[in-house]
């Protein structure tokens, strides 16, 4: 079975552009989460979605938002660029709103110059 | 927000135990204890989580103090491949099933041939 999976990997932008990423969870999985990673602040947790609907949130500006489709696939979207929106931005999923683990992506690693 | 403190740094010979501490002196009674671990800025792999018992699986052993203010885990037989760094996290409970994972600074462990 594939695992959670984001795209893109790599991202170069300037700041105050926006940018959107993308995750697709392990199949069957239907809960998201987003979280950031940075050098200075570790790993800190941005949102969860569940049946297209955000059931949590972190300590973040209203720059960071997110959604999730039908499909169980999620985007977030970060606009007005700030240079230290640089981080990793990780995704993880879980087969539903009650499961235990949460199994993470890759990343999609993200510089904003 | 932090509710873990790990030693930024330990060392490990090949083929012995890997013992790494935690201590979660906050934690609240219904909040479980998770480990997972992260190699080279992948996503962070999970590696077991327990509640009040000790706990057990193919990769390693976790042991909660009977006060759960503070936790190891055991990595019985530690391989060149389990060089990482470790995050001890806290699973905070949300409304209807939410989740998130509070991450802590994370120990670097490092496996000596």
């Known amino acids: 079975k594939a695992g959670v999976t984001q795209t893109p990997r790599y991202l170069i932008k300037t700041r105050g552009q926006q940018v959107t990423l993308s995750c697709s969870p392990i199949?069957?999985?239907?809960?998201v989460s987003w979280y950031q990673q940075t050098p200075g602040q570790g790993l800190q947790f941005l949102f969860e979605?569940?049946?297209?609907?955000?059931?949590n949130k972190g300590n973040f500006p209203g720059r960071f938002s997110g959604r999730q489709f039908s499909n169980s696939r999620s985007e977030m979207n970060v606009s007005t660029l700030e240079l230290g929106d640089s981080a990793l931005y990780l995704c993880?999923?879980?087969?539903?709103?009650?499961?235990?683990?949460?199994?993470f992506g890759p990343g999609t690693r993200l510089t904003v110059l | 927000d932090a509710k873990t403190t790990q030693p930024p740094s330990m060392d490990c010979a090949e083929g012995r135990a890997a013992n790494l501490p935690c201590n979660h002196s906050?934690?609240?009674?219904?909040?479980?204890v998770y480990w997972y671990r992260q190699i080279h800025s992948q996503g962070p792999q999970y590696i077991i989580h327990?509640?009040?018992n000790n706990e057990t699986n193919e990769m390693a052993s976790l042991i909660i103090t009977e006060d759960r203010k503070s936790s190891t885990l055991i990595l019985p037989h530690a391989t060149l491949r389990d060089t990482a760094v470790y995050y001890c996290?806290?699973?905070?409970?949300?409304?209807?099933?939410?989740?998130?994972?509070?991450f802590g600074q994370g120990t670097r462990l490092t496996i000596n041939p």
């Open positions: 993880a999923s879980r087969r539903t709103i009650t499961a235990d683990t949460q199994y």
């Open positions: 199949s069957g999985h239907r809960s």
């Open positions: 979605y569940f049946s297209e609907t955000q059931r």
């Open positions: 906050t934690i609240s009674g219904n909040e479980y």
């Open positions: 327990g509640l009040k």
């Open positions: 996290i806290v699973r905070v409970d949300g409304y209807q099933g939410a989740q998130k994972l509070v």
